[in-house]
């Protein structure tokens, strides 16, 4: 019997893997590092596989739960950072937060983070270092709908609906 999240970790791997592959000399100049949080917004819309892998991974990890209830909540920040702007579920974070900061493609429109933007902005970008955001999120939201196909729709992802 599969797994409940095996499609989904195995796409993270896929995802993590791409990124790797990314031309270095794009990565190596990315400003996106432990502490950095500029992203880390409130509105952060996530699909219902990615809200219960992170359950899972919280419920593994009872001392990451107890920081996360400890750490004050930021305003118009993600409610998983904790109070050194270092995510509490890392490990776990969703697709949207493993994508971001890398040169993505939206709608035949070439997209970057701000502060790596200037940092890469003279290296010559090829189709392998361009992350294309509707493939990720048709793959997504198919391995989502596998699993939950009553909830399709992204919804916030909330610390208090998490550790509910």
């Given at each position: 019997m599969i797994d409940l999240f095996e499609n989904?970790?195995?796409?993270?791997?896929?995802?993590?893997?791409?990124?790797?592959?990314?031309?270095?000399?794009?990565?190596?100049?990315?400003?996106?590092?432990?502490?950095?949080?500029?992203?880390c917004r409130s509105e952060i819309q996530v699909n219902k596989i990615e809200k219960e892998y992170i359950k899972k991974y919280l419920n593994q990890n009872p001392l990451i739960q107890q920081k996360i209830s400890l750490s004050q909540k930021q305003?118009?920040?993600?409610?998983?950072?904790?109070e050194d702007e270092s995510c509490s579920i890392y490990e776990a974070r969703p697709v949207i937060c493993r994508t971001h900061g890398y040169?993505?493609?939206?709608?035949?429109?070439?997209d970057i983070c701000p502060l790596n933007a200037s940092s890469i902005q003279n290296i010559n970008l090829k189709a392998n270092d361009i992350l294309k955001t509707n493939t990720i999120e048709l793959i997504l939201a198919a391995i989502s709908e596998e699993k939950f196909p009553r909830e399709t729709k992204r919804t916030p992802l909330e610390v208090k609906e998490i550790l509910s």
């Open positions: 989904y970790e195995n796409f993270l791997k896929k995802i993590d893997e791409t990124t790797h592959k990314i031309n270095p000399e794009i990565t190596q100049n990315l400003n996106c590092q432990r502490g950095c949080s500029s992203c305003k118009n920040k993600c409610s998983f950072l904790l040169p993505i493609l939206i709608e035949n429109n070439i």
